[in-house]
């Protein structure tokens, strides 16, 4: 019975010694280790009533499969999670320290102007090459300073500006940084939060601007200049304009009581004639002038009119603006209502309009076409005409200010030039085709400004 107790107590041993070898081999945490040493108490008060049982080998058998269920479970569900995360941990710091190593290269060596500041203190606790040539400093001076005593900004608007900073992830503003020199510069600062050797801080990228900076200003001032010398322009233009037009009406009206005349003789009725002819051509360039400071002072409006209307109205008042007769064709026919700027848009018709009845065809019956198409957000209006035609030599140019197709033309050449600024101003486009003896189209696309 003593061999048998040896023999248990030497096999129970050689057990716990080849568990312990198998946990250091695996090298499992001390979790495990304290696990097994629990199993093992439980083993030994067992073990001691076991011997005395006949069948003490079966129930040691089946405390060996036993163990060899619990211990691997023992292993998965506690060393291998704890490794995992010991793995993802240290490739974490491999990854912090590589981005460390290229953080720090590409701050000494970039070519912009780089600090690293202490958020708490606002010392500036590292600069780069470059930043220290900008701002004249060596590393120890700079270290020494505060942001805020580089910045010019006053001490009520640095803390507003650093309390907006620590709410937002990161910001850009302009500041006047200032040099050891003296000097003060313009400058673009970029600022971003960043973990230094664990310590969080203010990562700047500043930019000198001071030219651009200049460069707009002058721009800003020129273009105030520029605004101020156009109203002026623009009201000359406007007064000596209608100061002009007044005698013009004046010499029409008194040339038109003239030709009524029953005793005037065909040479001095003639005479009256060009008298009229040149009046009406200076009234029609006075009225072009007109409508260019007008389109270039008001500002787009948006108003419903009836186009149909508005395209009769402006026909009727021209057609008997030259000898031919010319029909007119709108479609759609009946009445339709648009949204766009009503002065301006008479305007343009009143043009466009004007030219097809003006150098309309003198050998076949002239007729002009207006037709009006929706496009989603925009209004396509076609002008067509049978009329004289304009040679494709011309066509890049006719839209060109006091540029004129033909000799034969009676007008200022100002016309299709105030077209395409109406045109401009509405947000659209405008196109011409033409082809001498068959006519010309007018393609205009608009807004719909409603």
């Known amino acids: 019975m003593e061999t048998t107790i040896t023999n248990t107590s030497k096999a129970k041993t050689d057990f716990i010694n080849s568990i312990i070898k198998i946990i250091k081999t695996k090298r499992l945490s001390f979790l495990l280790l304290l696990s097994i040493c629990l199993v093992e108490c ?24 036993l163990l060899s269920f619990i211990l691997p479970l023992i292993y998965f569900y506690s060393y291998l999670p704890l490794k995992s995360k010991i793995n993802k941990l240290e490739r974490s710091e491999n990854l912090l320290r590589e981005s460390e190593s290229k953080f720090k290269m590409i701050f000494a060596k970039s070519s912009a102007n780089m600090l690293l500041i202490d958020p708490e203190t606002y010392f500036i606790t590292d600069a780069n090459q470059t930043a220290l040539d900008f701002y004249g400093y060596s590393i120890d001076e700079m270290t020494k300073i505060k942001i805020s005593e580089i910045n010019s900004l006053s001490n009520e608007l640095f803390e507003y ?105 065909l040479e001095n009725r003639h005479f009256i004639d060009m008298i009229m002819t040149s009046a009406s051509r200076q009234d029609n360039t006075i009225q072009e002038i007109l409508e260019y400071a007008r389109n270039s002072r008001v500002t787009v409006s948006n108003t419903e009119f009836d186009f149909t209307e508005m395209v009769q109205t402006i026909f009727d008042d021209l057609k008997f603006s030259t000898e031919c007769e010319t029909e007119l064709f709108i479609y759609p026919a009946a009445k339709t209502v648009i949204n766009s700027d009503q002065l301006r848009i008479n305007m343009l018709l009143k043009n466009l309009i004007g030219n097809s009845i003006k150098y309309s065809s003198k050998l076949t019956t002239s007729w002009v076409k207006v037709n009006l198409e929706s496009e989603q957000n925009n209004y396509k209006i076609t002008i067509q005409d049978n009329g004289e035609g304009i040679a494709k030599k011309h066509l890049d140019h006719v839209f060109d200010m006091f540029y004129r197709a033909t000799t034969k033309s009676v007008g200022t050449g100002l016309g299709l030039y105030i077209c395409k600024d109406i045109i401009k101003k509405l947000g659209g486009e405008i196109g011409i085709e033409s082809e001498p003896g068959v006519g010309t189209t007018m393609t205009l696309r608009i807004s719909n400004l409603n």
């Open 42 to 65: 439980l083993i030994m008060p067992m073990l001691n009533v076991v011997h005395t049982m006949q069948n003490w080998q079966t129930n040691f058998l089946d405390m060996i499969l």
């Open 161 to 265: 500006q650093m309390n907006n900073f620590r709410k937002s992830i990161d910001g850009e503003n302009e500041f006047i940084h200032k040099l050891s020199s003296g000097e003060f510069r313009n400058v673009n600062v970029h600022t971003s939060r960043i973990k230094n050797s664990g310590k969080g801080m203010i990562f700047s990228i500043i930019l000198d601007i001071t030219e651009e900076f200049n460069q707009r200003k002058e721009i800003l001032q020129k273009n105030e200049e520029l605004e101020k010398i156009n109203l002026e322009l623009d009201n000359f233009v406007y007064s000596i304009s209608h100061d002009l037009r007044s005698p013009i009406l004046s010499i029409k009206g008194l040339a038109k009581l003239v030709l009524e005349s029953k005793d005037l003789n």
